[in-house]
């Protein structure tokens, strides 16, 4: 939400999107003190689970662009044994000349169902926009760090932390990097 404000071009690309998750508890909190509460916060990454099993029991092909090629090839490995008739149209690593025109079309020529894109946050909404009219079909979905999780190279906090809603928290003490997109809640 802050990125949108400082981006007005990646606001505009959010709110083209046809979902917005809910993927955060400061997002839930300030929509209860605004009086437009939503429901519940929703994950990408479970979000993403889900949608990997409904691909599976449909048939639908998933296609998993991002992340280090360590972390992208565990991701689908692991995609792959929990759902074992899950058709994987592709993968690569997200550290490619992404906006290379043969690197777009070679992604589209597997013509995914589903194209999960863990780029980080507006990088991947931006690369999405960019690219998707290269594709005929497919679902789009930015994923962010998913694929770190996924492959285990990452875990996710444990549930009492998610419960208490201090997921964040436990990302913070892992990555203390993330130290300045914390401060940023203050300013939210
Ligand atoms: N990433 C990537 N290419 C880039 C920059 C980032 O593939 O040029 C990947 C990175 O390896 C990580 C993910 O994007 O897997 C970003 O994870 P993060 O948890 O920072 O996601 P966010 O919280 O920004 O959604």
Known sequence: ???????????????????????????INAAKMMGTPLQERVSGIDTMRAMLAYAEEQGYSAYFLGAKEEANRKAVERAERRFPKLKIAGRHHGYADLDDEAFVESIAATEPDIIFVALGMMKQEQWIRDHMDRFDKGVFMGVGGSFDVLSGEAKR????????????????????????????????
């Open 157 to 188: 906090a444990p549930d009492i932390w998610i419960r208490f809603q201090l997921e964040w928290l436990c990302r913070l003490i892992k990555q203390p990097k993330r130290i300045t997109r914390v401060m940023k809640v203050a300013q939210f």
């Open 1 to 27: 939400v802050i990125a949108t404000r400082d981006h007005p071009d990646f606001k505009e690309t959010v709110q083209s999107a046809d979902h917005v998750l809910p993927d955060g508890i400061g997002i």
